[in-house]
Antibody
């Protein structure tokens, strides 16, 4: 069974940093492209970024609001995805989900999602 | 960035109704479109990928169509479990953008 479990969320002051983790199991993590999606309270979904598998180059793409502040990385030996968030702003307050499009019936869509972890940026 | 516009933003319907949600892209995305269902406090759930392919396990009352810039999600006969918020997402160009969502309410 595929499982994605996020952790690391919490309350942080503006300008602060936080690192989110996503522990993956039940599928070949090393071969999967992984993404982060966030959702501000009461708002819609916002794509944050994606990292390819190392086999496919391990490159990352991210959205303009987080470029230069957030970094996506992975540790395949630990089956874990990370989101390092620096210079946090109040508008980064959201539930952060990790997702993957790994699977024969995903076709590039995000088939599997974690339960999300809440990040609150407030003074 | 590609803008995704869903309509309507809110839809009131009854059990058994046939409903359609539209998603328009600001430029062509071929068929690289997904539809998700989200219930309060839960993660989104993939219903449709590549515009019209049903994810494994999704009931056949859900269907998707379209290509280029105009897409639709249809639920042929609404069930009580279908009342939720629906999002489209394009994954043709970075950043992969979502529509603003359509909340499907019980009439």
């Amino acid at each position: 069974e595929v499982q994605l479990v996020e952790s690391g969320g919490g309350l942080v002051k503006p300008g602060g940093s936080l690192r989110l983790s996503c522990a993956a199991s039940g599928f070949p993590f090393f071969n999967a492209w992984m993404s982060w999606v966030r959702q501000a309270p009461g708002k819609g979904l916002e794509w944050v970024g994606r990292i390819k598998s190392k086999t496919d180059g391990g490159t990352t793409e991210d959205a303009a609001p987080v470029t230069g502040r957030f970094t996506i990385s992975r540790d395949d030996s630990k089956n874990t995805l990370y989101l390092q968030m620096n210079s946090l702003k109040t508008e980064d307050t959201a539930v952060y989900y990790c997702t993957t499009d790994w699977g024969p019936h995903c076709g590039g869509g995000s088939c599997y999602w974690g339960q999300g972890t809440l990040v609150t940026v407030s003074s | 960035d590609i803008q995704m516009t869903q309509s309507p933003s809110t839809l009131s319907a009854s059990v058994g109704d046939r409903v359609t949600i539209t998603c328009r892209a600001s430029q062509s995305i071929s068929s690289w479109l997904a539809w998700y269902q989200q219930k309060p406090g839960k993660a989104p759930y993939l219903l449709i990928y590549k515009a019209s392919s049903l994810q494994s396990g999704v009931p056949s009352r859900f269907s998707g169509s379209g290509s280029g810039t105009e897409f639709t999600l249809t639920i042929s006969s609404l069930q009580p479990d279908d009342f939720a918020t629906y999002y489209c997402q394009q994954y043709n160009n970075f950043p992969f953008t979502f529509g603003q969502g359509t909340k499907l309410e019980i009439k």
